[in-house]
């Protein structure tokens, strides 16, 4: 069902509500990427969700909730950071990890005694929701291990025929998934990388201290599985080099996708390559998914990226660029 992003019309998410409500899965657009929605009391509609995207059931899901009151009904306790941290990123791209309340099935949140939840921007997920009257559980709306959507047809192309409903309301604003933070010990934790970056958290809570996750570390925390190495990937092999310099030894770029990633120069490439270009932290983080799955569709033998310098302004990016692809010596 096409929607508007900015004023969806009532009907269409009433209609979205009801199948939601009726224990079926419903993909629509928060600000970041698409998500597959299931009621997320509803532990055979979220079972659903893990079979729809083949999701081991060792990961856990976040829920969406339409303010911090609904928050509250998710979670054993509402501490002080969080209400802060809601307070002032809410809504928007920022998911809080905490002690899970009794309501929310053990399926949610892969057995583990904590949730994830999250306040969505964009009008047509909140309007959604508050029809809805429920929180919404709701990965990203692909196969598991794939990229994530930024568009309607990304998600037909992953899992057509086994949704009941999607919500197009064009490509979403962000482009890049929340920004995860575990608020459950001290000191807090960020669990994965996003377009709330870790100064704009500190700045928000001076003087907590905050673990960052090393950037492009593929240590494996079973806790949050979507940290693990080359997750988010396309299907055609991907590769990232350092520099334009790294890219200019390849001789052999026959096939090849080139992709960009800053303000560096790309020579040499040769007139039959495509070669796309993502210049700010902000471009990229919009662009990236849909570039890559828009590579991806071309078929190509290999999609080559041309990462971004190691600077916080592009943590979140590079996060998901060192999961999407391998160093261009391991095809060597
Ligand atoms: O922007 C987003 O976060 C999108 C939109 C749809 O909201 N959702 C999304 O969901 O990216 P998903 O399932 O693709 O990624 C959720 C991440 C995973 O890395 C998961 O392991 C982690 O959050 N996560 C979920 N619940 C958790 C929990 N209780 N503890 C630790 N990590 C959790
Ligand atoms: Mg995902």
């Known amino acids: 069902m096409t929607v508007d992003p900015e004023q969806p019309d009532p009907s269409a998410l009433a209609e979205a509500a009801r199948v939601l409500r009726g224990g079926g899965l419903v993909a629509f657009a928060t600000e970041t990427v698409y998500g597959l929605g299931a ?12 079979a729809a995207k083949g999701r081991p059931a060792s990961n856990p ?4 909730v339409a303010d911090i009151g609904q928050a509250r009904s ?8 969080a209400e802060e941290l809601a307070r002032r990123f809410w809504p928007g791209p920022l998911t809080l990890v905490l002690n899970r309340a009794g309501r929310i099935p053990d399926i949610v949140s892969a057995g583990q005694p904590t949730v994830a939840v999250r306040a969505p921007a964009g009008n047509v997920a909140r309007g959604l929701i508050e029809r809805t009257g429920e929180p ?10 794939r990229l994530s959507p930024t568009r309607c047809a990304h998600v037909l192309a992953d899992l057509e025929g086994q949704i009941d409903l999607v919500l197009d309301s064009g490509p979403t604003a962000v482009g890049l998934e929340s920004t995860v933070l575990d608020l459950t010990g001290e000191p807090l934790r960020l669990l994965r990388p996003g377009p709330i970056s870790s100064r704009e958290l500190e700045s928000a809570l001076p003087g907590r201290g905050l ?8 240590v494996e925390r079973p806790t949050s599985p979507g940290r693990m190495a080359v997750h988010y ?22 096939g090849m996708a080139v992709i960009a990633i800053g303000a560096g120069s790309v020579p040499l490439a040769p007139p039959l390559t495509p070669v796309f270009r ?11 998914y849909e570039t890559l799955h828009h590579c991806d569709a071309l078929g190509l033998r290999s999609i080559l990226v041309v990462m971004p310098p190691d600077r916080p302004e592009w943590h979140a990016v590079r996060d998901r660029l060192l999961r999407a692809t391998r160093p261009v010596a391991s095809s060597e």
Not at 61 to 64: A, D
Not at 136 to 145: K, V
């Open 278 to 288: 993502l210049e700010t932290p902000d471009e990229a983080s919009r662009h990236l």
């Open 39 to 50: 009621v997320a009391t509803d532990e055979r509609a979220v079972a659903q969700i893990f």
């Open 211 to 218: 673990v960052l996750p090393a950037a492009g570390e593929s």
């Open 61 to 64: 899901v976040i829920v969406h």
């Open 74 to 81: 998710c979670v054993v306790a509402w501490p002080e950071v």
């Open 233 to 254: 990937a396309p299907r055609t092999p991907s590769f990232r080099v350092d520099s334009s310099e790294e890219l200019a030894r390849i001789s052999d770029r026959q």
């Open 136 to 145: 919404i559980a709701a990965p990203s709306a692909n196969r598991s291990n």
